[in-house]
């Protein structure tokens, strides 16, 4: 059920008319079923996987607000490595056995692994994400333990992020779900403009676009393009993949909003940026501060000595990199943007002396509009 069918307008018209109609104290129900329902319309049986998850993440957190401290540290490598398993084998069993099987032809191996057909679960990264997000917080005491856990649940599977997110945080979400909103032509009003929005820029722009982009990227024989073609269909792509994620989360907080539910912005112009650090402060945020936050942080961040600082950002790009796809042209995607950042942090100092000794510094827009097509030329 993808958010520019038809399908889903009739299941959003009916979902929210009927979430405002009901009681209060049922509304949780129907939310959770009607996501349930959202979520089984891809493939029915993998709701059982993401019940599963739920239980795990939803007993550790009720253990870690019981326990000691040792007891909390096996009780979250528990669920991290039950999270992060399962995410694995769905999501890069594969990529993992055509790397063994190439690596066995060239040693001379007679030994590889068989690769699966496995469909990946429905936004998968996300839900995991969220629900490992959620089972920290609880271990660092920055969150109660959610011992409902219907509502648990429905903070796992709520519709609106199931394609593509945002990724949540329990603080925001999980006290929305439960609280009694009753119907505002305001927040209705707000929504449905987003959800436009965000229509707008998947059917017009990235549709369109990405027929120009297909076309060119699908062929074969060099000689059959020039390089003035190769150079627009990039820049197109950057736009149909910008308006593609971007519009599919306008979609996600506007059906959001309309039941007054307000989840976070995911992109902010990030085309705007003047710099690659603050691209990704604009550029699926969600899972920017996700990073930050639980693997960028935990591993010093900038805390420490030069080498290890350099050496903790090219670990989170590169992780990064290999959670947005299982393959390497994805690790080096990630790998690129961590080396434009260490160079950037390598540089600084050098480069705001050149821009005082030619003067660029008192042209501040010129300087702001050249930062900006730099790093969408780099990006």
Request: glycine share 6%.
């Given at each position: 059920m993808l958010f520019n069918s038809r399908t889903f307008l009739i299941?959003?018209?009916?979902?929210?008319?009927?979430?405002?109609?009901?009681?209060?104290?049922?509304?949780?129900?129907?939310?959770?079923?009607?996501s349930m329902m959202f979520y089984m319309a891809?493939?029915?049986?993998?709701?059982?996987?993401?019940?599963?998850?739920?239980?795990?993440?939803?007993?550790g957190g009720i253990l870690l607000e019981k326990a000691h401290?040792?007891?909390?540290?096996?009780?979250?490598?528990?669920?991290?490595?039950?999270?992060?398993?399962?995410?694995?084998?769905?999501?890069?069993?594969?990529?993992?056995?055509?790397?063994?099987?190439?690596?066995?032809?060239?040693?001379?191996?007679?030994?590889?692994?068989?690769?699966?057909e496995i469909l990946l679960p429905l936004g998968i990264s996300f839900h995991i994400f969220q629900s490992l997000s959620y089972v920290i917080e609880v271990y660092r005491g920055k969150q109660k333990a959610e011992k409902h856990f219907g509502f648990f649940f429905l903070y796992i599977i709520f519709y609106p992020q199931l394609v593509a997110g945002p990724i949540e945080r329990a603080q925001n979400l999980l006290p929305q779900l439960r609280a009694c909103r009753p119907f505002s032509y305001a927040a209705a009003s707000s929504?449905?403009?987003?959800?436009?929005?965000?229509?707008?820029?998947?059917?017009?722009?990235?549709?369109?676009?990405?027929?120009?982009?297909?076309?060119?990227?699908?062929?074969?024989?060099?000689?059959?393009?020039?390089?003035?073609?190769?150079?627009i269909a990039s820049i197109f792509f950057a736009f149909q993949i910008y308006c593609d994620f971007s519009g599919y989360s306008d979609i996600a907080r506007g059906a959001a909003r309309v039941m007054g539910i307000r989840i976070m912005e995911n992109f902010r112009y990030p085309y705007g940026a003047a710099s690659v650090a603050e691209f990704w402060q604009r550029w699926h945020i969600s899972l920017s501060t996700w990073f930050r936050d639980y693997l960028?942080?935990?591993?010093?961040?900038?805390?420490?000595?030069?080498?290890?600082?350099?050496f903790n950002v090219l670990i989170v790009f590169l992780v990064s990199g290999l959670w947005h796809g299982a393959r390497w042209t994805f690790v080096a995607w990630g790998a690129l943007h961590g080396m434009y950042l260490l160079f950037s942090l390598a540089t600084a100092r050098m480069r705001e002396l050149f821009v005082h000794a030619i003067q660029f510094d008192r042209m501040p827009a010129i300087r702001r509009a050249f930062q900006i097509g730099m790093t969408f030329s780099l990006v």
């Open positions: 299941f959003f018209l009916s979902v929210t008319t009927l979430y405002f109609l009901i009681p209060y104290k049922w509304r949780w129900i129907f939310l959770l079923g009607t891809f493939v029915p049986k993998y709701i059982l996987l993401l019940l599963f998850l739920a239980v795990v993440d939803y007993v401290v040792r007891a909390k540290k096996i009780i979250l490598g528990i669920c991290l490595t039950l999270d992060l398993a399962t995410l694995g084998f769905f999501k890069y069993f594969n990529f993992f056995a055509d790397n063994v099987e190439t690596l066995g032809r060239i040693l001379n191996w007679n030994y590889g692994l068989t690769t699966l929504g449905i403009q987003l959800m436009l929005w965000g229509l707008f820029k998947k059917v017009v722009i990235a549709d369109r676009v990405a027929l120009f982009v297909n076309q060119v990227y699908s062929l074969d024989n060099p000689a059959d393009f020039t390089g003035a073609k190769l150079l960028y942080i935990p591993l010093g961040g900038n805390r420490v000595a030069v080498p290890r600082w350099y």
